[in-house]
């Protein structure tokens, strides 16, 4: 459903979080270890969530990647998503199309559309505050 980019903004933004939520920075080797990327790859990618202001990078001496408490609550999922795969995943035509609307539907618009916004809805709903709560508390994992 993602693209592999995406997979990793997510997984890199809960590991940040995680660690921001015990007062802790992360620098870029320990995100790309933790989520297993590539080191240049995670730069790009922290590159762009700094740039969409869903992370903060700290420069100098113990400096690094972290995520204020007080964002948890306000960052959502679809923030991540379209800062690293644009409005695709909640626009595009699930065949690719160009002009497929309501108006000019593919073969599939009417069985994916309500699917579609029931993705972006729950993306739009669901907060980092939630990912963190889940994983620290166990109920969750990532291969971290």
């Known amino acids: 459903m993602f693209s ?8 890199a933004t809960i590991y940040i979080a995680s660690e921001s939520s015990e007062s802790k920075r992360c620098g870029i080797k320990e995100i790309a270890r933790k989520i ?34 007080s964002q948890f609550e306000l960052i959502k999922l679809d923030q ?7 409005n695709d995943l909640f626009d595009r035509c699930a065949l690719g199309l160009h ?4 108006r000019l539907p593919c ?6 559309k309500p699917v579609r916004e029931n993705l ?19 109920g969750t994992f990532l291969k971290l």
């Open 120 to 138: 972006k809805k729950t993306l739009k709903e669901t907060s980092l505050q939630e990912l963190i709560d889940s994983y620290n508390a166990g």
């Open 4 to 11: 592999k980019t995406c997979e990793y903004a997510i997984r």
């Open 80 to 86: 991540i998503v379209r800062a690293i795969d644009g």
């Open 99 to 102: 002009d497929c609307s309501d």
């Open 36 to 69: 297993e990327s590539p080191e240049p790859f995670t730069g790009k990618i922290l590159q762009r969530l700094v740039k969409s202001n869903i992370i903060n990078s700290i420069k100098g001496n113990g400096g690094g990647f972290e995520i204020e408490k």
């Open 107 to 112: 073969p599939f618009h009417h069985k994916y």
